[in-house]
């Protein structure tokens, strides 16, 4: 079993930054792709940014220019960059590794990110 550990949300203005970081408890070198999603109230989970092993990130059309994923393999950790923040990036946060050897993937908890208008 892996565990993924969100972390680096808050509260901040529009128009300002956060960064978070998502620590997984093995390598993350096994895993297809890390990214992250979110989920707003009444909303579905929508993909916000990928990182596949080999380098290639894709990101949300909502998002793209504004956030950046990022990623430490030797620290097991993945991060978010979230610039010129939104209001309408309010939501919570999850982390996602994609293990295709185990044919499964793995979520974080979750951390909650407000953007105030």
């Known amino acids: 079993q892996v565990q993924l550990v969100e972390s680096g949300g808050g509260l901040v203005q529009a128009g300002g930054s956060l960064r978070l970081s998502c620590a997984a408890s093995?390598?993350?070198?096994?895993?297809?792709?890390m990214s992250w999603y979110r989920q707003a109230p009444g909303n579905q989970r929508e993909m916000v940014a990928t990182?596949?092993?080999?380098?290639?990130?894709n990101y949300a059309a909502s998002v793209k220019g504004r956030f950046t994923i990022s990623r430490d393999n030797a620290k097991n950790t993945v991060y978010l960059q979230m610039n010129s923040l939104k209001p309408e990036d309010t939501a919570v946060y999850y982390c996602?590794?994609?293990?295709?050897?185990?044919?499964?993937?793995?979520w974080g908890q979750g951390t909650q990110v407000t953007v105030s208008s």
């Open positions: 996602n590794a994609d293990d295709v050897v185990a044919r499964t993937d793995y």
């Open positions: 093995r390598s993350i070198l096994r895993f297809n792709a």
């Open positions: 990182s596949i092993r080999g380098g290639r990130t």
